[in-house]
């Protein structure tokens, strides 16, 4: 089980019609990864609860366009209505168009006893070197920005790996609803997202496979920074408000210097 991954991660936003017709002409290139190839409806959800600062610290690094920034989340996936038994903490950093992740397991216990306390309080809970230095970097953050949850994201996620190369991985997000909760595995009356669309993300190392630029060129995507967890914090607290008196308030300060 791989966690650490450095790749490149492109998105795309796609409407029901061009995710079914690009899915079939995927399927000759492509096949479902096993967790949800072993599923009963092929696909799997995936639970992630965001942690920021009061004032969304990450939130506004993505809105402002930082090139490198991170985002910290707890995260579970499920199938046919049942917990895969994994949950992990993790950093995932953004470096331009470079993605890096860094995760360790969680335990049933760990896990509660840090939705608990919301820090590893627990002495020489790090189960390796890898496990230490995410913990490290988790609590700066937290003292440093106050961070606590502020939304829990959940979608259907198909997964395909590509048969020739599998270091190519694409993805169908959909069905992305979110709420605030201070758990991971509270998923009732959340409200939609994104109802209708679908979110491509395509993985890779190295270069871009023919096939998939061909279906790019053909249905004329276009690449798009698409963050679910923005997304997902817009719905369900007022930021554009806040970001408009913000801005407001900048361009009405410039106008007075000018």
Aim: hydrophobic letters at 35%; a positive charge.
């Amino acid at each position: 089980m791989k966690l650490h991954f450095q790749r490149f991660e492109f998105k795309y936003l796609l409407s029901w019609q061009e995710f079914q017709k690009i899915r079939g002409q995927l399927k000759r290139y492509v096949s479902l990864d096993g967790f949800a190839r072993n599923s009963a409806d092929g696909f799997y959800e995936v639970l992630s609860l965001y942690y920021d600062s009061p004032k969304f610290y990450y939130y506004n690094e993505k809105i402002d366009g930082v090139k490198i920034r991170k985002k910290i989340r707890l995260r579970a996936y499920r199938a046919d209505g049942a917990l895969a038994g994994n949950i992990f903490f993790e950093i995932k950093r953004k470096c331009d168009s470079v993605i890096l992740k860094d995760r360790f397991l969680l335990t049933e216990d760990a896990y509660n006893n840090f939705i608990h306390h919301q820090n590893f309080a627990e002495p020489g809970f790090a189960p390796d070197k890898n496990a230490q230095r995410i913990i490290e970097e988790y609590e700066y953050e937290r003292c440093r920005r106050s961070l606590q949850p502020q939304v829990l994201v959940s979608y259907c996620r198909e997964p395909y790996l590509g048969r020739f190369n599998k270091n190519f991985r694409v993805t169908f997000d959909y069905n992305i609803k979110a709420k605030t909760s201070r758990a991971l595995l509270d998923t009732s009356h959340s409200r939609d997202v994104l109802k209708d669309g679908v979110v491509m993300e395509v993985k890779f190392n190295g270069k871009l496979p023919y096939y998939i630029k061909d279906i790019i060129e053909r249905y004329n995507l276009e690449r798009m920074a698409y963050s679910k967890y923005c997304h997902a914090a817009e719905s369900c607290y007022l930021l554009p408000d806040l970001n408009f008196s913000r801005n407001y308030f900048f361009n009405s300060a410039n106008i007075l210097l000018t």
